[in-house]
């Protein structure tokens, strides 16, 4: 893990975090700003390794995260914890104050706030948890809202709901994983697989 270089975390990570499509060197390059080239080689040096799976179609190959390998599920959630300590110190300070939550199993930090820091409106989060402690997450989340100089605005989801939303799409749902997994990396990685 020691050598890994920043295009190839991007790569494993923009392909974890676009589950609705599948991805192969000609059209994951731009996306993450390298060559074709550069593409397929990180993405075969992967492949070796055991992190990434190849499916051949027609003439191009596709590449998904290995999710029967355990070194690529533990590869892949010290990238997203990676990906959150290599924030800035804005999103820093949200990540710390959002990982006081004790109610959720999952959170993501998304939207503007990851693009425009301190100048966003609000603070866009995703949370997942169970029936039992939805009503003491939303105190939570209210509690925060009435100290806070932004406006925390959640989004709660059960594991169901979120599998059944990346399922179908949505497009709000799908966006939100392309955040910062702040609490339950394996949890998340459980449900993309």
């Known amino acids: 893990m020691k050598d890994i270089t ?17 991805y192969n060197a000609n059209n994951i390059a731009s996306k993450i700003d390298i060559t074709s080239m550069g593409a397929l080689k990180i993405m075969k040096k992967l492949g070796k390794q055991g992190i990434l799976k190849a499916k051949k179609l027609g003439k191009a190959v596709f590449y998904k995260i290995n999710f029967g390998n355990d070194y690529a599920i ?10 959150a300590e290599q924030t800035t110190n804005y999103i820093k300070r949200w990540i710390y104050e959002l990982k006081k939550l004790k109610n959720a ?9 990851l693009e425009k820091g301190s100048k966003s409106n609000d603070v866009d989060i995703l949370l997942v948890t169970g029936q039992k402690k939805f009503e003491k997450l939303k105190e939570e989340i209210n509690n ?14 059960s594991i169901k709901d979120l599998k059944k939303n990346i399922e179908n799409q949505d497009k ?4 939100a994983i392309k955040g910062i997994v702040i609490l339950g990396h394996e949890k998340l990685i459980e449900v993309l697989k």
């Open 144 to 157: 925060i809202n009435k100290i806070s100089e932004k406006n925390i605005h959640p989004i709660y989801q």
């Open 74 to 83: 533990g590869y892949l959630t010290f990238l997203l914890k990676k990906e």
């Open 172 to 175: 709000i749902i799908l966006g």
């Open 6 to 22: 920043k295009k190839e975390m991007e790569l494993i990570l923009f392909i974890f975090k676009n589950p609705e499509k599948e």
């Open 105 to 113: 199993e999952i959170i993501l930090l998304f939207g503007s706030v």
